[in-house]
């Protein structure tokens, strides 16, 4: 994986030459800065790739009752979520149990951050309600 990120720095630093300003820094610090930045780039998208499916248990647990793991809850939320859409329900658990965050979320579904949020905020509120009449 270093051996990849190294090699997309290279390419990005060709593409980006003319952007170099010396009077913003050492040409050092700005290569160093493209090569970091490749870098968490790369392990997040490695998160997202290793993000664990929804019907992974312990995600549900944790999201039924966190610290009890109580079983009602748990089935009350599984009926829940499955009432929701497939991209919705998929956004909502990598959300709120993988930690993804809305600008990764929008990439791995290739929508706006705004459409995910709206989508987020409309499936936690549909999910409340559900569970609140159960």
């Known amino acids: 994986m270093a051996e990849e990120v190294l090699q997309e720095t290279f390419v990005k630093i060709w593409q980006k030459a003319e952007r170099f300003s010396p009077e913003a820094g050492q040409p050092m610090a700005w290569l ?5 930045n490749r870098a968490i780039d790369r392990i997040r998208s490695e998160k997202v790739e ?8 312990p995600d549900l ?5 966190p610290g009890t793991g109580d079983p009602v809850m748990r089935e009350a939320l599984r009926k ?3 009432q929701l859409e497939d991209e919705a329900r998929n956004c909502v658990v990598l959300a709120y ?3 993804l965050s809305r600008e990764e979320l929008a990439e791995r579904f290739g929508r706006p951050v705004g459409t995910i949020k709206t989508l987020l905020h409309r499936s936690v509120r549909l999910l ?3 569970l609140e009449s159960e």
Not at 50 to 57: C, H, S, T
Not at 61 to 65: F, G, I, Q
Request: with cysteine.
């Open 32 to 36: 160093a800065a493209i090569a970091r």
């Open 50 to 57: 290793r993000a664990r499916p929804l019907d992974d248990e």
């Open 61 to 65: 647990e944790r999201l039924a009752a």
């Open 80 to 82: 829940c979520l499955g």
């Open 97 to 99: 149990c993988s930690g």
């Open 128 to 130: 409340k309600a559900c």
